[in-house]
């Protein structure tokens, strides 16, 4: 079934939303690109504090390495003399809360297990059992131009709200990096590269070394999830060396991002610590590379924890002739729910904000 949904996209964060304020009434499938959150879905809601797994039995069903046995199976009671379906635990029937069903990857199934599933799918019933008042069930699957195999039954289609997910752009994914944990050298390398997260449905990406493409059997490409595979690697460079943090890269987010960021990785030797900057920002000399720049401006982030760092840090930020190395610097910072709350009460903040709002567009 060909679906052309790539008007309206939704971004990661919306299609929670939907998930959220519409999931009891409305099935929705989420379709996108690989690596791009969809099955990060289901851990937002696992760990909502309005979904608790005292009151809500959460379960992840992944169709693309499911067997209909896995699921359901008819047999014989020998009672009734009649044939009886018997659903598998993982849908946790005995239980009487209100299920929470995330249906991954279901247009990689046969059409055997979607004709199953689409009683799930419509009238929220496993088997011949209902489920609970309060239930939602949502699937995702890959864009049908992606070319890995996805394909949804017309019939099926029907029965469902099909919402087209869109890939975060570096803005985007840098704030949500950012409030995870990974690294300042990864953020600041995607700062730099934005082209890593265009999409090959945008146009004009035929020369982009970096992102998936349908068709052309690379298997590893940047994506929001292979970027936040390369976090580990970029942190343990140390221990296992030059030669194994290339390689594994070139594994995890492929070759050209790789080599680009095994140059950016050397340039770390010429950073300037924040400490040193916190220490004397209106002397303490600027590093002349962007990229270097970049990274310094993300080590900032992690390590401003009051009004007067941030206050002392603007101080160097103000000396910085790049307007887009300090847009970025003061996106991430708005962005960020550790720092958001130190720099809208900055009255250098401000200031900067209202003279360069074309900036932070």
């Not at 140390?238 to 080599?259: F, P, Q, R």
């Not at 310094?296 to 007067?308: C, Y």
Request: proline share 4%.
């Amino acid at each position: 079934m060909a679906i052309n949904l790539f008007a309206n996209p939704v971004t990661i964060d919306e299609a929670y939303t939907l998930v959220k304020t519409l999931g009891t009434s409305n099935t929705f499938l989420f379709v996108g690109e690989p690596g791009i959150g969809k099955s990060s879905l289901h851990s937002r809601l696992k760990s909502d504090i309005d979904f608790p797994a005292d009151k809500y039995d959460h379960i992840y069903v992944d169709f693309s390495n499911t067997d209909l046995g896995d699921l359901f199976i008819r047999a014989p009671n020998r009672e009734t003399g009649e044939l009886e379906f018997y659903p598998s635990s993982i849908f946790k029937m005995k239980s009487r809360k209100p299920k929470i069903i995330m249906l991954d990857e279901i247009g990689k199934c046969d059409k055997m297990m979607q004709k199953m599933a689409m009683r799930l799918v419509l009238d929220h019933v496993v088997g011949d059992e209902e489920l609970p008042d309060g239930s939602m069930v949502f699937a995702t699957t890959n864009n049908f131009s992606d070319g890995v195999g996805d394909a949804i039954l017309a019939h099926g289609g029907n029965r469902v709200t099909i919402i087209n997910v869109s890939k975060p752009n570096e803005r985007l994914w840098n704030a949500w990096a950012t409030d995870n944990g990974i690294s300042a050298v990864i953020r600041a390398w995607v700062a730099m590269n934005p082209r890593c997260l265009a999409s090959y449905l945008d146009g004009g990406q035929e020369d982009n070394p970096f992102i998936f493409k349908p068709g052309n059997r690379i298997l590893s490409f940047v994506s929001p999830r292979s970027l936040a595979k390369a976090d580990p690697i970029v942190r343990k460079r140390d221990l296992i060396g030059s030669k194994l943090t290339h390689s594994s890269l070139a594994g995890t987010i492929g070759v050209a991002a790789a080599e680009s960021m095994a140059a950016f990785l050397a340039l770390e030797k010429e950073l300037v610590s924040v400490k040193q900057i916190l220490a004397d920002p209106d002397n303490v000399e600027i590093p002349e590379r962007p990229a270097a720049l970049f990274m310094t401006m993300f080590n900032a982030i992690d390590v401003i924890e009051t009004q007067d760092d941030l206050s002392k840090f603007m101080r160097f930020v103000n000396r910085v002739r790049s307007s887009e190395v300090q847009a970025v610097f003061f996106t991430m910072l708005l962005q960020s729910k550790r720092t958001s709350r130190i720099a809208r009460l900055n009255s250098q903040v401000s200031e900067w904000a209202k003279s360069n709002y074309e900036l932070l567009i």
